[in-house]
């Protein structure tokens, strides 16, 4: 009997030990698919396509199988425990405990990357592309533990919204055009590689960050295709335009990752894919090196399964930037270190009454009165936003070609919006499938710079007096929102967000609270959500991926 048993292990062991070698992409026939979604409530799911035609999957799977070699099935397995859905601090426990190491962490997420991704049942589309070098890096992070770990964000492998610059990986906003675009790091990217931190690849995006057709899908670009959400493929929303960091964190592709928000942006993938997202004040974190929509409301921030890890990676990123007049002169907090379970009680939370009448949001609401905060119900203030488009064509008409101008490799070929439009007309139906309009709107504006002025003017005096009415009149410590309901306010005042997983639909579709404070309060926020996160421990891992 025993004999036999360890006939059948060593048949297993063996069989496992070449499964990379054999993981590639073939192209399927997705018309049933395409004509099922012709069908969802939500227009945005209504798909013209969902694999790439213009990007070779198997050049990144042959990047993971070089890098991981023999690591098999059984290496995954008993690896599991140590890694799926555990928190930046459990890891590092593991590591220090010696039943883990980086070279082995790392190894496992690609692993499990070109193990999901390369199947038709379960691919995601979530990735773009892949650190050649990111098992080297965590060899050396094994090697040089013992004088260089400062911080909790060393050795974890990362994942960066594909608009952010990094080098030795092009950074292509999911667009054709920039399709060999190579530059020298982001700012954050060298925050996070002088932390030790080990970038994995870039995660796949709404072209352009959302801001290239109208009624398209969110998550899908030409480069990658259509990002899928993994609690239901095809059927539910992924949320735009950090849309590949937010499934990658929730299917356990890396430890964390980086998106970036412009009005919802990380919020809303965030509470689409049940994890957490922490949308930063304005100045928190660099723009220098991110593709641009607007350098007046864009910033980069964290994604990850947990408060504790948000926090973690937001400190890594943080930092003064010379060349971003928005930043601040701040280092990296360690504010998880003084997290509580009690942070709750006391605090002043207002509620919008009309959001109360969603069962699970006012279920959260119960909850949080039981957790001691106190609970006002507020009525919105109206708020006039019309001319947001134009507010956003004007930002993006110059700071686009700023960014080619400064910090891209193709700057040859395109140096203005006019030629990347007149590129993806060139071959419309793979290049822009969902066509241009948004960008054809950037070409067209005309908007003066004194009435630019104005109009940005008006959206921050009105989206501040939005939460600054209720906040001054309750004495509020933040508001509670639900998904990116109210991320437009946000971004306009400036405000931060964090997004935590509230619950699911009978359906299973997430839905996330969103706690909302004023500039430079990202700590008090992540206090709040430590606490409300522990008292609620509602999130659970997409089936398909646990």
Same mark, same amino acid.
């Given at each position: 009997m025993k004999y036999s048993y360890l006939l059948v292990v060593f048949a297993f062991l063996s069989c496992s030990k070449n499964i990379t070698s054999n993981k590639t992409w073939t192209p399927y026939d997705e018309t049933s698919q395409i004509e099922s979604s012709a069908n969802n409530k939500n227009e945005r799911m209504r798909f013209k396509l969902i694999q790439s035609k213009n990007l070779d999957k198997n050049e990144m799977f042959k990047s993971i199988a070089s890098q991981i070699g023999n690591f098999n099935e059984a290496d995954y397995i008993q690896l599991l425990p140590y890694i799926l859905d555990k928190d930046i601090l459990s890891i590092q426990k593991s590591i220090d405990e010696k039943k883990l190491n980086y070279e082995k962490l790392t190894k496992w997420y690609l692993y499990r990357i070109l193990k999901f991704e390369s199947n038709q049942e379960t691919f995601l589309n979530a990735i773009l592309s892949i650190n050649n070098n990111a098992v080297q890096e965590a060899k050396l992070c094994d090697k040089r533990r013992a004088q260089s770990k400062l911080h909790p964000i060393y050795g974890m492998p990362i994942l960066l919204k594909d608009n952010i610059n990094t080098n030795g990986m092009p950074t292509t906003a999911?667009?054709?055009?920039?399709?060999?675009?190579?530059?020298?790091?982001?700012?954050?990217?060298?925050?996070?590689? /002088?932390?030790?931190?080990?970038?994995?690849?870039?995660?796949?995006?709404? $072209?352009?960050?959302?801001?290239? #057709?109208?009624? #398209?899908?969110?998550?899908?670009?030409?480069?990658?295709?259509? &990002?899928?959400?993994?609690?239901?493929?095809?059927?539910?929303?992924?949320?735009?335009?950090?849309?590949?960091? =937010?499934?990658?964190?929730?299917?356990?592709?890396?430890?964390?990752?980086? =998106?970036?928000?412009?009005?919802?942006?990380?919020? !809303?993938?965030? !509470? @689409?894919?049940?994890?957490?997202?922490?949308?930063? &004040?304005?100045?928190?974190?660099?723009?220098?090196?991110?593709?641009?929509?607007?350098s007046t409301l864009d910033t980069a921030g964290p994604?990850?399964?947990?408060?504790?890890?948000? /926090?973690?990676?937001?400190?890594?990123?943080?930092?003064?930037?010379?060349?971003?007049?928005?930043?601040?002169?701040?280092?990296?907090?360690?504010?998880?270190?003084?997290?509580? $379970?009690? $942070?709750?009680?006391?605090?002043?939370?207002?509620?919008?009454?009309?959001?109360?009448?969603?069962?699970?949001?006012?279920?959260?609401?119960?909850?949080?009165?039981?957790?001691?905060?106190?609970?006002?119900?507020?009525?919105?203030?109206?708020?006039?936003?019309?001319?947001?488009?134009?507010?956003?064509?004007?930002?993006?008409?110059?700071?686009?070609?700023?960014?080619?101008?400064?910090?891209?490799?193709?700057?040859?070929?395109?140096?203005?919006?006019?030629?990347?439009? /007149?590129?993806?007309? @060139? $071959?419309?139906?793979?290049?822009?499938?969902? =066509? @241009?309009?948004?960008?054809?709107g950037i070409v067209a504006e005309t908007i003066s710079a004194d009435d630019f002025e104005k109009l940005k003017m008006r959206f921050l005096d009105e989206a501040i007096s939005f939460f600054e009415i209720p906040m001054k009149t309750h004495q509020l410590d933040a508001i509670v929102s639900i998904n990116n309901y109210n991320s437009g306010h946000a971004a306009m005042a400036k405000y931060p967000c964090l997004g935590i997983p509230m619950g699911y639909s009978e359906a299973g579709e997430p839905i996330g609270i969103t706690f909302i404070a004023r500039p430079f309060e990202e700590e008090k926020l992540l206090q709040i959500g430590y606490a409300f996160e522990k008292s609620n421990p509602v999130r659970i891992s997409p089936k398909k991926y646990n």
């Open positions: 999911g667009a054709v055009a920039l399709k060999d675009n190579n530059t020298n790091d982001a700012f954050i990217v060298d925050q996070l590689k /002088a932390k030790g931190a080990i970038i994995l690849g870039k995660a796949n995006l709404s $072209e352009w960050a959302y801001f290239l #057709c109208t009624n #398209c899908p969110s998550g899908y670009s030409a480069l990658g295709g259509q &990002t899928l959400n993994p609690y239901g493929r095809t059927i539910f929303d992924t949320g735009g335009s950090s849309s590949g960091s =937010g499934v990658s964190v929730a299917a356990n592709y890396a430890v964390a990752a980086v =998106g970036s928000e412009t009005s919802g942006s990380i919020i !809303s993938p965030s !509470s @689409q894919n049940s994890i957490v997202g922490l949308k930063p &004040t304005i100045g928190k974190v660099s723009r220098t090196g991110i593709i641009p929509i607007s994604m990850a399964k947990n408060v504790t890890d948000t /926090a973690i990676l937001l400190s890594a990123i943080m930092g003064y930037d010379k060349d971003d007049a928005t930043t601040i002169h701040s280092e990296g907090n360690t504010v998880w270190t003084n997290f509580s $379970e009690n $942070e709750l009680k006391g605090k002043r939370l207002g509620v919008f009454k009309a959001y109360l009448s969603n069962p699970i949001y006012q279920k959260t609401i119960d909850k949080l009165k039981l957790q001691g905060a106190e609970i006002i119900e507020i009525e919105p203030q109206n708020v006039n936003f019309n001319g947001f488009v134009t507010f956003l064509n004007a930002d993006m008409k110059v700071d686009l070609p700023q960014y080619l101008k400064s910090y891209s490799s193709v700057y040859d070929a395109f140096k203005t919006v006019d030629d990347i439009v /007149a590129f993806n007309k @060139q $071959e419309a139906a793979l290049r822009i499938p969902y =066509g @241009q309009a948004l960008f054809e």
